[in-house]
């Protein structure tokens, strides 16, 4: 069975100082990884994805995530924040050999301030 | 273009009465998902369709029923709402069942 564990339900950093949002997970299979962003009122947009090609992951605005098979974990960093990111961030697993659902973390609030 | 609509945006109503809620997406996918998101931002899968069929429903009451009238349409009817239906509801589609997701606005059910 797969899961997801965000281990910060709250990240504060200052504006142009390093982000780091800390994912691990559980999977039987090799799994698929995402991160998604959220901002206050809006949907969900996919920031990056792992489907076992390169283990790290460049995705939009600034943000990569670094696929370590030996740690379980899918950290999500950004070498200096922006207050536009600030915004709920949730960890995604996926088993797309075995065709099910995403699972997703409970979710991690990023807080900017200036 | 919007890639995954949903309608309406917002929607209040009484305790007891019927609803719906549309979604429609443009980008040719054969899988679609309604998920809910509680207050405390955790969302939840509760529906999946392929291709018009339903290959995922989680606990959900039954009070809540997919229509999939064609693989770019997925509706979510609610009846006899309860207060703890209120939450925001997120459409998504995806190209096969467990890759990446898009995902519509939300509509935020708020129920009196």
């Known amino acids: 069975a797969q899961s997801v564990t965000q281990l910060d339900s709250h990240v504060s950093v200052s504006e142009g100082t390093p982000v780091l949002l800390r994912c691990n997970y559980s999977?039987?299979?090799?799994?698929?990884l995402f991160w998604y962003v959220q901002h206050p009122n809006k949907g969900l947009q996919l920031l990056l994805k792992?489907?076992?090609?390169?283990?790290l992951v460049k995705g939009i605005n600034g943000f990569e995530a670094e696929f370590k098979k030996s740690e379980t974990s899918f950290h999500l960093t950004k070498p200096s924040a922006h207050m536009s990111d600030a915004a709920e961030y949730f960890c995604?697993?996926?088993?797309?050999?075995?065709?099910?659902?995403?699972?997703f973390g409970k979710g991690t609030t990023l807080s900017v301030s200036s | 273009d919007t890639a995954v609509s949903q309608t309406p945006k917002y929607l209040v109503t009484q305790m007891g009465n019927d609803k719906s809620i549309k979604c429609e997406q443009n980008?040719?996918?054969?899988?679609m998902y309604w998920y809910k998101q509680d207050s405390k931002k955790f969302l939840k899968i509760m529906f999946s369709?392929?291709?018009?069929?339903?290959?995922i429903n989680e606990t959900v009451p039954n009070r809540f029923s997919p229509k999939s009238p064609d693989k770019a349409h997925l509706n979510l009817h609610i009846n006899s709402l309860e207060l703890g239906d209120s939450a925001v509801y997120f459409c998504?589609?995806?190209?096969?069942?467990?890759?990446?997701?898009?995902f519509g606005p939300g509509t935020r059910l708020t129920v009196l």
């Open positions: 792992y489907t076992s090609a390169a283990t």
């Open positions: 980008l040719g996918h054969d899988t």
């Open positions: 995604v697993v996926s088993e797309i050999q075995a065709g099910t659902a995403l699972i």
């Open positions: 369709y392929n291709n018009k069929e339903l290959i």
């Open positions: 999977s039987s299979y090799s799994p698929s």
């Open positions: 998504a589609s995806s190209q096969e069942t467990g890759w990446w997701q898009f």
